[in-house]
């Protein structure tokens, strides 16, 4: 199992260039891909600000992704609520906490160029 950040599942929906071959077979090989519900949230974000160009709404897009790669998506629960909360201020952007807290909590590595992540005791593959 492993769980792709947001900017991992817009590189592979977008720019699989991006991702190093291994991260990449390790994605098509793995059993299940995971991604938080709070991607959808910041990709909704990016969106209406301009920032996050999508041939759809964020809505439709992000339903055809994570049908066509097969991936799952993580709820927010109180637990990753309060284990966001409660890290060190090492990461300040509070949806890359919550996929950290994800991370944490289900003992699952990250797809992720932010190395920021290994500093919470992540495994970060990249």
Not at 58 to 80: A, K, N, Q, R
Request: net charge negative.
């Amino acid at each position: 199992m492993m769980l792709l950040d947001t900017c991992a599942l817009l590189w592979l929906s977008q720019d699989q260039k991006k991702m190093s071959r291994l991260t990449l077979q390790k994605i098509n090989d793995a059993p299940v891909v995971s991604v938080s519900a709070i991607t959808g949230f910041e990709i909704g974000l990016k969106y209406r600000a301009g920032k996050l160009h999508l041939p759809a709404p964020p809505w439709e897009w992000f339903e055809g992704i994570i049908s066509h790669h097969d991936i799952s998506v993580l709820d927010l629960d109180i637990g990753i609520c309060i284990k966001a909360s409660e890290l060190p201020p090492i990461h300040r952007d509070p949806c890359d906490r919550f996929i950290i807290a994800t991370a944490l909590l289900n003992s699952i590595p990250v797809v992720t160029a932010d190395e920021r992540f290994a500093e919470y005791g992540v495994k970060v593959l990249i």
